[in-house]
């Protein structure tokens, strides 16, 4: 034919001829005639196609049979199931036989290694796979499936799902009856397969691992713990001041990335891909070998990691990182800054009760705030240190088991940085404690004119500038409600005071004659002190520059035991 499904056939294109005997053949079409005669011994010449037989040694062809089967990677085998000592493919009366179950298997408690590689002898036997030789080695289905292969010395450390194995290479052990190893000899490439005291492994997360020298470490999901095996065996490193920490957030981790700084001598273990009812931010945590203990927190989270030639490298979205660069601002990672932090904890003689006067740090520069005068007061301080603002540490919050308190920055005096521990003012909310000292009455309101209250009596001499003022409407019959957030409202913060007036600095709301009325102690101004058994104290760093911290302290006296 001259044309199929309407496409003529034309010069260059190839035939697939299909005999009876189920072989195939392709040949390429030469030319497509058509010519001034229009009938060549009774067929029409338009109908005639020449194919190219010089060519026909370069053509496919398929046979009616075969002899092997392929696994699509290189690797084919001529006996059924590839198995040792079956009947083996060959031509005969039913040499294409189907077989139904023959399938890919994957060894998930097993090895199986190929013929060696020898470069000096130029011996390549990688690709060799021979059956009539011992190349398997089966371990103890009870472990768990394989999940990491790791070479140490001369052994093989393989990581399962429950348990850390030693398999010797090119050697096995030989026991007396009390169970002492006395001699290693034998041919075998893999030999014993010794298990490591310890039930851990490192469950379905081999990204977890990281080696360094003889050290390597891993991530136990399902027992909550990360381990390092090292010359003494496992030991379960999170138990170093973060063991609840891991077992509350591994268990809720899909993917645990673990990697080495060599840089650094640390152990950087990230999780990431929280489950769903805990939808945490992604969390970077190192371990150092010389303190015994997890260090810090990191703000990058890499998807995977690696040292090489005393670098660090991260990846982040497909893309390479650099660390430790010294012409890049610090505390910035792919692009994104976060401040360092310090979580200290202030807790000498735990049993007594004591008063936090001041807090003190060693270290580098201090965070100064550039001083603005007072908008409620209007004073300024006379000061030199703060004209000019700058970047350093700074305490984010300070908290005992009692109180609140703030320090916005620290003075610099004969190299150390100190201030006094001030308190927090008190906001009327849903949360407030009518019955604290910080929060008195002041009484029923005689007359309001603009941002000035005036009383019958005298007002509470504790009232001082700066304190925040409240009221609260009577009901219908002239007679107050239990005080509650919801009653009441702000006035204004005073700015001046005399025996029978206040004014604030801006009225927020309108009181009316008879409102009662109440104020908030300013506790910056007012507190010299925090009470408690211990003080929580969370310093933070917001500059890019390279900063250190040796010491925290307190000024602390005993109040009660």
Not at 3 to 16: A, C, F, M, Q
Not at 50 to 72: E, I, R
Not at 305 to 323: I, P, Q, V
Not at 408 to 414: A, C, D, R, S, V
């Amino acid at each position: 034919m001259a044309y199929k499904n309407s496409v003529y056939i034309h010069s260059g294109d190839w035939l697939k001829i299909t005999r009876p005997d189920g072989s195939i053949i392709r040949l390429r079409v030469s030319s497509n005639n058509t010519g001034s005669v229009p009938f060549l011994n009774g067929v029409k010449e338009s109908d005639r196609i020449t194919v190219d037989m010089v060519d026909s040694y370069n053509a496919k062809h398929t046979l009616d049979w075969h002899n092997c089967f392929s696994f699509g990677n290189g690797v084919e085998s001529n006996k059924i199931r590839d198995n040792f000592n079956t009947q083996s493919i060959k031509p005969g009366v039913k040499v294409s036989t189907v077989f139904e179950d023959y399938k890919q298997e994957r060894r998930k408690y097993g090895l199986i290694y190929s013929g060696i590689y020898n470069g000096i002898s130029s011996t390549n036997n990688l690709n060799q796979f021979i059956q009539g030789e011992k190349i398997t080695k089966d371990i103890n289905p009870i472990y768990g499936s394989i999940q990491k292969l790791h070479t140490r010395d001369s052994d093989l450390v393989t990581l399962c799902e429950d348990k850390v194995l030693r398999i010797q290479a090119n050697k096995d052990a030989l026991y007396n009856a009390d169970g002492n190893m006395q001699l290693t000899a034998t041919n075998n490439v893999l030999g014993q397969a010794i298990p490591f005291v310890g039930e851990f492994g490192i469950s379905t997360n081999p990204e977890s691992f990281a080696s360094e020298n003889y050290r390597v470490y891993f991530a136990d999901k399902i027992r909550g713990v990360i381990v390092r095996l090292s010359k003494d065996g496992l030991t379960p490193i999170s138990d170093h001041g973060m063991k609840d920490w891991f077992r509350d957030n591994l268990k809720t981790t899909n993917t645990i990335v673990g990697s080495y700084d060599d840089r650094n001598d640390e152990y950087n273990v990230t999780l990431k891909d929280r489950t769903i009812d805990q939808q945490l931010d992604p969390t970077t945590v190192s371990f150092k070998e010389d303190v015994k203990g997890w260090v810090s927190f990191k703000s990058f989270t890499p998807e995977n990691a690696l040292s090489c030639a005393n670098n660090y490298f991260t990846l982040n979205d497909g893309k390479l990182y650099e660390h430790y660069v010294e012409t890049e601002p610090r505390n910035t990672f792919y692009s994104a800054y976060e401040e360092s932090w310090v979580d200290v904890l202030l807790n000498d003689m735990p049993s007594s009760i004591k008063s936090y006067h001041t807090l003190e740090y060693e270290g580098s520069q201090s965070k100064v705030d550039m001083f603005k005068t007072d908008t409620n007061t209007g004073i300024a301080d006379d000061e030199i240190y703060n004209l000019t603002g700058k970047n350093g540490w700074y305490v984010e919050s300070i908290i005992t088991n009692e109180k609140t308190g703030s320090l916005n920055e620290f003075i610099e005096k004969e190299g150390k940085w100190f201030n006094y521990i001030k308190g927090v003012d008190t906001a009327v909310d849903a949360e407030t404690d009518f019955g604290t000292s910080s929060i008195q009455g002041i009484g029923v309101l005689e007359s309001v004119d603009g941002n000035v209250m005036e009383f019958v009596d005298y007002i509470n001499m504790s009232l001082q500038v700066g304190d925040t003022v409240y009221f609260q409407t009577p009901t219908t019959n002239g007679n107050f409600t239990t005080i509650s957030p919801g009653s009441i409202s702000e006035f204004g913060v005073v700015s001046s005071t005399t025996d029978y007036t206040l004014t604030v600095v801006t009225a927020a709301n309108t009181p009316s004659q008879g409102d009662y009325v109440l104020f908030s102690k300013n506790n910056i101004i007012n507190t010299s002190s925090l009470p408690g058994y211990y003080a929580r104290v969370k310093l933070k760093n917001n500059s890019t520059t390279e900063a250190e911290l040796f010491a925290v302290s307190s000024e602390v006296t005993e109040s009660s035991k």
